[in-house]
């Protein structure tokens, strides 16, 4: 049975930094691109970034760019996405995606994935003062 489960959620304050963390079991995560999305009260899903490991390549929506960084440890089975400089319009529950991606980026429009296979329960991350 495959799961992703992401950690690391919290209460920050405006212009600080958390990482959360997606663990991942029943499959590998090394022929996989993951994904890190978030939803807010009210509002619809929106995709954050991705991660490609055939090829290392990473990609950012622009409301997060210079501030987030997704990474992974596949020794780890586990992806990351680094947020800093934190606001409160990044308060959200954040998801992370799987999906099947063995070839390059390039085979995919180089860009993230529109559909995913596997996801995450969320974690909730809060930014207020």
């Known amino acids: 049975q495959v799961q992703l489960v992401e950690s690391g959620g919290g209460l920050v304050q405006p212009g600080g930094s958390l990482r959360v963390s997606c663990a991942a079991s029943?499959?590998?995560?090394?022929?996989?691109?993951i994904g890190w999305f978030r939803q807010a009260p009210g509002k619809e899903r929106e995709g954050v970034s991705c991660?490609?490991?055939?090829?290392?390549?990473?990609y950012y929506e622009d409301l997060v760019k210079d501030r987030f960084t997704i990474s992974r440890d596949n020794a780890k089975n586990t992806a990351y996405l680094q947020m800093n400089n934190l606001k409160p319009e990044d308060t959200a529950v954040y998801y992370c995606?799987?999906?099947?991606?063995?070839?390059?980026?390039?085979?995919?429009?180089?860009?993230?994935?529109?559909?995913?296979?596997?996801w995450g329960q969320g974690t909730q991350v809060t930014v207020s003062s």
């Open positions: 995606a799987a999906v099947l991606s063995p070839w390059p980026s390039s085979w995919y429009g180089n860009k993230c994935r529109d559909k995913y296979d596997y």
């Open positions: 991660h490609y490991n055939s090829d290392g390549s990473t």
């Open positions: 029943g499959l590998s995560l090394e022929s996989y691109a």
